[in-house]
């Protein structure tokens, strides 16, 4: 049988298969590398369970990863929508970290700024965001209690996956978009067994017959180990004009002289903070 999994929790898996049944299933042997929106071959071994034979070939895979681990998000997914919100003050870092982690897997990015009714502290949260509006990064501005609709437009066609910080606003915003969705978690809660405090890695809802969203935890980091210091220079995206102008082939973009980037920071072509966070990001990875 195939399917797709639509929930996660340890090493339980929820897969909805291709005539619609919610199936509990395990991975085979002692490590799992399956990820919610995963679509795996499964062989069903009772009435109400299952075993994950194989993973079937993804087309994206979003996930962070430290030095110790790495933690799965989604998988064949085709957009990643950052949800950050005018209050509780977000991470910018976090934000780059996770735009850094989209463009690396060639995943579309989608920046939603939330609780846009606080008008006063809208232009604020707007002047933080502009650098990545004007790199180009789309960015929708709405009330989750009152606008949730705005985003929808934006999600149809395609498999997105939410991510944010706790407090942004997101559980608000997938239960204004998808009203069955406590529903939904608590048949998901049933199926596997586990009670209503059920803590699920992922969980994907159906918006309609072409679109899905994947619903994560919230974040309060986003580890990049999995990426080099080359990926992480490429997933910047104002960096590529000038990637391989150095003077040097290995040049690390810092003191070294006729560096591509730097004039470019020099000459206000890349954003000195864009920069900075760069050398942050790349000063945490293994061997940097």
Avoid at 43 to 54: L, N, P, R
Wanted: hydrophobic share 40%.
């Amino acid at each position: 049988m195939e399917g797709r999994v639509v929930a996660a929790h340890g090493r339980q898996y929820l897969v909805e298969t291709t005539d619609g049944k919610l199936l509990p299933c395990f991975p085979r042997g002692k490590k799992s590398d399956v990820a919610c929106g995963d679509r795996v071959d499964i062989q069903q071994t009772s009435d109400d369970q299952g075993v994950i034979e194989a993973i079937q070939p993804r087309t994206s895979l979003l996930y962070r990863s430290n030095e110790i681990k790495q933690k799965l998000i989604a998988a064949n997914v085709d957009q990643l929508v950052i949800v950050v919100a005018t209050e509780p003050a977000f991470s910018d870092e976090l934000v780059t970290r996770a735009l850094l982690a989209a463009e690396s897997e060639e995943i579309e990015p989608l920046i939603v700024l939330n609780k846009c009714d606080l008008s006063e502290r809208v232009p604020a949260a707007r002047e933080r965001l502009k650098v990545l509006a004007d790199l180009g990064y789309r960015i929708v501005e709405l009330s989750a209690l009152k606008h949730a609709e705005d985003l929808r437009p934006e999600l149809h066609g395609v498999t997105s996956v939410l991510v944010g910080q706790s407090g942004m606003g997101k559980s608000t915003l997938v239960n204004a978009l998808v009203p069955e969705a406590n529903a939904a978690t608590r048949e998901i809660s049933q199926a596997l067994d586990s009670g209503k405090h059920t803590t699920t890695h992922a969980t994907l809802y159906h918006l309609d017959a072409d679109s899905q969203l994947i619903d994560s935890p919230g974040l309060q980091e986003f580890g990049l180990g999995h990426l080099d210091r080359q990926e992480i220079e490429y997933a910047f995206r104002e960096f590529r004009p000038y990637l391989g102008q150095c003077r040097f082939r290995d040049c690390r973009h810092n003191r070294e002289p006729d560096c591509a980037l730097t004039a470019a920071v020099n000459a206000g072509k890349i954003d000195e903070r864009r920069f900075a966070a760069y050398h942050r990001i790349v000063g945490t990875q293994r061997g940097a």
